[in-house]
């Protein structure tokens, strides 16, 4: 797939095999997402040359599976160099963890399919109230269809963790979570118990990925936000960031990534983004810098957040107005398209890769350009100018 970050790229993968064990995990919540596009992954095809991977049905465990060692079939040495040409990413022996995803229509789903073409092994956190209906989705091949990687083959993810990104070790769980319904049966599921079960089953990881926020009153304007709503959507939409870097770090190899995403509304006015979610995208802008030094000092690692631009998916519609935001962004960006969630998770393999070696600490706009408008151009009050548009 061709994108305006990834012009001339070409993507070269062979899959490498490794046991896996586990259980399930991540959370999404109010991150704009948006479900990909088969047409954009079939342009991609024309670009890429990915070695084949076992259906993700059989490389699938929960924690109550044992272990199972995937098979796939690695590109010969004279194929892989015949594929490639211009700057590959290449992504082989690498190991994520995208942290938020719970569905297959959101961006971190739309990161690990992008991470995996470029032959990255995916791990993944899914928040724990939507564990069983995820799980159960992709033992039933609900996601098939999304899990389809350039070359054909499907995404392949090795092991899901419960994840509530909200606490950082089991004593910050209130008695009432605990007892809760929805987290019966789950366990080892607080940010210190994953980075642990992590290590424990891999030692190490190359890639960490946020794709998860919250804002329980996402839709009530700042100045009527209760302090709890206001320091919900700081704890799980930036705050939790903080908690993955810092119990991964001892665990991310030197020279590895991590990439958040955040939203225009840190920055700019975007009535209806309420809640305080516009703060807390402000706090995880302003933490990626810190972070980026910090961790950069300490282990080498680099740290990005990817700002997108307005997407349709199920967490996206929870702000109630995602497709007022679409037209506008099409009406009004340099790019008059629709975003794909492609588009990000492309931008997201590029960052993690070594072509992206020295950018850190950098918010990244994949926004069709909007980022860069002063004024909707689409106002009939500029009517009466020559505005040029997209004859497509």
Not at 40 to 59: D, E, T
Not at 167 to 174: I, R
Not at 243 to 267: C, D, M, Q, R, V
């Amino acid at each position: 797939m061709t994108t305006t970050s990834f012009s001339g790229l070409q993507f070269a993968m062979s899959r490498s095999c490794i046991p896996s064990s586990q259980k399930i995990a991540d959370a999404g919540a109010v991150v704009l997402g948006g479900k990909s596009k088969i047409g954009s992954w079939n342009k991609l095809a024309s670009a890429c040359h990915i070695a084949s991977v076992q259906p993700f049905g059989r490389g699938f465990t929960s924690s109550s599976i044992k272990s199972v060692k995937s098979v796939t079939k690695a590109m010969t040495e004279s194929s892989a160099q015949s594929a490639v040409s211009g700057l590959p990413i290449n992504l082989k022996g690498k190991r994520a963890f995208i942290a938020g995803v719970a569905d297959d229509n959101g961006y971190g789903w739309a990161i690990a399919k992008s991470l995996a073409a470029a032959g990255a092994e995916i791990l993944v956190g899914t928040w724990v109230p939507a564990l069983n209906i995820f799980e159960s989705s992709l033992r039933r091949g609900k996601f098939d269809e999304s899990r389809v990687l350039p070359d054909g083959s499907l995404m392949e993810i090795t092991k899901v963790y419960p994840l509530d990104a909200v606490f950082d070790n089991l004593d910050d769980v209130p008695e009432d979570i605990k007892a809760n319904k929805r987290y019966a049966g789950s366990s080892k599921w607080t940010v210190q118990e994953v980075v642990e079960s992590v290590k424990e089953d891999f030692d190490s990881i190359d890639i960490l990925v946020h794709s998860l926020a919250n804002g329980p009153e996402v839709t009530k304007p700042l100045l009527e936000t209760s302090r709890k709503g206001y320091l919900a959507a700081i704890s799980a939409s930036s705050y939790s960031y903080v908690s993955l870097l810092k119990h991964f770090l001892p665990i991310l190899n030197p020279g590895g990534s991590s990439i958040s995403l955040t939203y225009i509304a840190s920055e700019r006015i975007i009535p209806g983004h309420g809640g305080g979610m516009s703060s807390a995208k402000a706090a995880l802008e302003s933490d990626t810098r810190v972070l980026a030094f910090e961790a950069g000092r300490k282990r080498k690692i680099r740290v990005n957040t990817i700002s997108a631009g307005p997407l349709r998916s199920r967490a996206a519609k929870a702000i109630g107005f995602i497709d007022m935001m679409i037209d506008y962004s099409s009406a009004n960006a340099p790019l008059q398209k629709e975003l794909s969630a492609e588009e990000v998770g492309n931008t997201a393999a590029f960052l993690a890769s070594p072509l992206a070696s020295a950018i850190t600490g950098t918010v990244l706009y994949v926004d069709n350009g909007l980022n860069a408008m002063g004024v909707g151009v689409d106002s009939p009050i500029f009517k009466d100018l020559d505005i040029p548009k997209d004859q497509h």
